[in-house]
C-alpha cells in the first residue's frame, strides 16, 4: 500500500471549513483513499473513502485531484467535537487477500477546532 | 446495537502474567481484528480474523494468541506479558472481510505491564 504525509496540526475556527491535505503521491490505479479520526482516548471513527471521484457522506467531503496524487477532506462546519487527530491511509481495494485487510494508520494530523 | 464492546477498559498486569482482552460485536460482522497503539505511533495490526475458525497474523503477532470460535468474539491472549506490550489496544470489526465500508473499533483497553 502507498504511503501518505500529511501535516503534523492544523487550526480551525469553529464554524469554519476545515480542509486537511494529504499527499500520496505514490499511489496506484487499484488504491482507495480511506479517511479515519480518533478523538482523544477513544477509538478511531471511519469517515469516508474513495477511488477517484470526490465523495460526500453526512460528515464529509473528500476531493481526490485528478492525478489522484493528493486529496483533501473537508469539515464543512467544523465544531469543537471534531478535535481529533485525522488519519488519511492508502490501500488496495478491499478482498485482495490477507495483506489488504489491514489499515495501515500512519501519525496523522490533530486538527484542532478553536472557539 | 451496543457495536464493538472491549472488556476491561483499563488492566495492570505484572511481567510474566498472562490474560485475555475481550472483543465481542453484535453487527454480525464477518471480519474482526486486534490493533495496538502507542504513544505518538499509528496502529499497528496484531491479527485478524475474516470468518469463525479463521484468524491470521497482523504485523506484530509475536506474544500475542487469538481464536474466532464464534461470529461475535474475538478474544486476545497475552501468554506472558511483558512491559512493551504496555499499550492501547483496539479492537475492530467489518461486514466482510473486505472491509470496504469502513471498520468500526471499540473503545480501547489500556494495559500497563509493570
Known sequence: ?115 | NAGVTQTPKFQVLKTGQSMTLQCAQDMNHEYMSWYRQDPGMGLRLIHYSVGAGITDQGEVPNGYNVSRSTTEDFPLRLLSAAPSQTSVYFCASSPSGTGEDGYTFGSGTRLTVV
Open chain 1, 1 to 115: 500500500d502507498a504511503k501518505t504525509t500529511q501535516p503534523p496540526s492544523m487550526d480551525c475556527a469553529e464554524g469554519r471549513a476545515a480542509n486537511l491535505p494529504c499527499n500520496h503521491s505514490t499511489i496506484s490505479g487499484n488504491e482507495y483513499v480511506y479517511w479515519y479520526r480518533q478523538i482523544h482516548s477513544q477509538g478511531p471513527q471511519y469517515i469516508i473513502h474513495g477511488l477517484k471521484n470526490n465523495e460526500t457522506n453526512e460528515m464529509a467531503s473528500l476531493i481526490i485531484t485528478e492525478d489522484r496524487k493528493s486529496s483533501t477532506l473537508i469539515l464543512p462546519h467544523a465544531t469543537l467535537r471534531d478535535t481529533a487527530v485525522y488519519y488519511c491511509i492508502v490501500r488496495t481495494r478491499p478482498g485482495g487477500g490477507g495483506a489488504t485487510n489491514k489499515l495501515i494508520f500512519g501519525t496523522g494530523t490533530l486538527l484542532a477546532v478553536q472557539p
